[in-house]
């Protein structure tokens, strides 16, 4: 009951989105509106305004190490890591958008890093690394997530390696219309205003 109850607490947690509430509150619109659609940090960037779209990394990543951190602490280590996964649902998936959300690339770094530290500081260093080399988000997006369940395998952690991959796998699952676009040459690039 308690994993049942920390994926839902995640899920309400990770539905809030924050990229759309802070665009219309700034009176930019409907971020869903410009660019890729989405409600994520990289398309707040497209409008050109930086400040709004750190502020909505920052949200984002921190109801998803929110959602295990509370978890966690009222059920246990595994209630917690129900609760990030429910967070990056909520965020891919909300109830309040139509179930039309985000790609939980920030959500599930802040699930990450509330896991264990050191994974998301490993993950945020292979996106940094692929961001500044190729300047596509989603490349670096999809190679930090596929890179957190190999290190923690290398840390010894095969239930994080496990729990990292299904995040991995959300995500990937996500960028499917960016994948199509990497192949075809036409994928955006970081910094790009819509």
């Not at 891919?92 to 998301?120: D, E």
């Not at 959300?170 to 205003?193: K, S």
Request: glycine share 16%; with cysteine; charged share 10%.
């Amino acid at each position: 009951m308690s994993l049942l109850l920390a994926l839902a607490l995640g899920y309400l947690l990770g539905s809030v989105p924050w990229g759309l509430l802070l665009t219309r509150a700034a009176g930019l619109g409907d971020i869903r509106a410009i660019g890729s659609g989405n409600i994520g940090a990289t398309n707040v960037l497209r409008t050109g305004n930086k400040p709004l779209a750190a502020a909505t990394l920052a949200l984002d990543v921190g109801k998803g190490a929110l959602a295990l951190w509370l978890a966690g602490q009222l059920w246990g280590e595994q209630a917690g890591l129900a609760a990030g996964f429910g967070a990056m649902l909520g965020h891919a998936f909300p109830v309040w958008l139509g179930f039309k959300g985000g790609k939980g690339v920030a959500t599930g770094g802040g699930v990450l890093l509330a896991a264990g530290w050191w994974l998301g500081l490993a993950a945020a260093l292979v996106w940094l690394a692929v961001a500044f080399s190729l300047r596509i988000s989603s490349a670096a997006s999809m190679a930090a997530c596929a890179a957190a369940p190999v290190v923690a395998l290398l840390a010894g952690r095969p239930d994080l390696a496990l729990f990292s991959a299904g995040i991995a796998a959300l995500v990937v699952i996500r960028h499917r219309g960016n994948i199509a676009r990497l192949l075809a040459g036409t994928e955006p690039r970081i910094g790009r205003r819509s």
